[in-house]
C-alpha cells in the first residue's frame, strides 16, 4: 500500500509558476515509477509528466515540454512538478500517481497506475 498527499496547488495568473509536490509514505517509495495526471472539468484524465523510478528517464506531454518539469527525491519519498509559464488551459485537478511499472506512464494518454493521491486544484486566470 501507498499512499500519496499532492500539495502545492493554487490559483496564478498566465504566465506564472506554481510547484506541485507528492509525497509517499508505505512502502519503498524508490522502486515506484511516478507520474502526475490532470483532469479538466468535461474532459478526460490525460498525462503531463512522468519518472521512472531510477529518475534517469522522463516522459512529458507535447503541451507541457519547455514549460514544465518533473523530478523526485528518493531520501525525501518526494516527487514534484515545476509548472513554469502556466496557460489558463493548464487549469484542472493534478493527481500524483504510482506504480512499480514504468509502462503505466508511457503510453500516450497514461496507463492505470495503482496508487493515486486525492488531487489538488490548479487555476490559472488570463
Known amino acids: 500500500q501507498v499512499v500519496l498527499i499532492e500539495a502545492g496547488g493554487g490559483s496564478v495568473q498566465a504566465g506564472g509558476s506554481l510547484r506541485l509536490s507528492c509525497g509517499g509514505s508505505?512502502?519503498?517509495?524508490?522502486?515506484?515509477?511516478m507520474g502526475w495526471f490532470r483532469q479538466a472539468p468535461g474532459k478526460e484524465r490525460e498525462l503531463v509528466a512522468a519518472?521512472?523510478?531510477?529518475?534517469?528517464?522522463?516522459n512529458y506531454a507535447d503541451f507541457v515540454k519547455g514549460r514544465f518539469t518533473i523530478s523526485r527525491d528518493n531520501a525525501k519519498n518526494t516527487v514534484y512538478l515545476q509548472m513554469n509559464n502556466l496557460k489558463p488551459e493548464d487549469t484542472g485537478v493534478y493527481y500524483c500517481?504510482?506504480?512499480?511499472?514504468?509502462?503505466?506512464?508511457?503510453?500516450?494518454?497514461?496507463?492505470?497506475?495503482?496508487?493515486w493521491g486525492q488531487g489538488t486544484q490548479v487555476t490559472v486566470s488570463s
Open positions: 500517481a504510482a506504480d512499480l511499472s514504468w509502462a503505466q506512464f508511457t503510453q500516450e494518454r497514461g496507463g492505470q497506475p495503482t496508487y
Open positions: 508505505g512502502r519503498t517509495f524508490s522502486v515506484y515509477a
Open positions: 519518472m521512472n523510478y531510477k529518475g534517469d528517464s522522463t
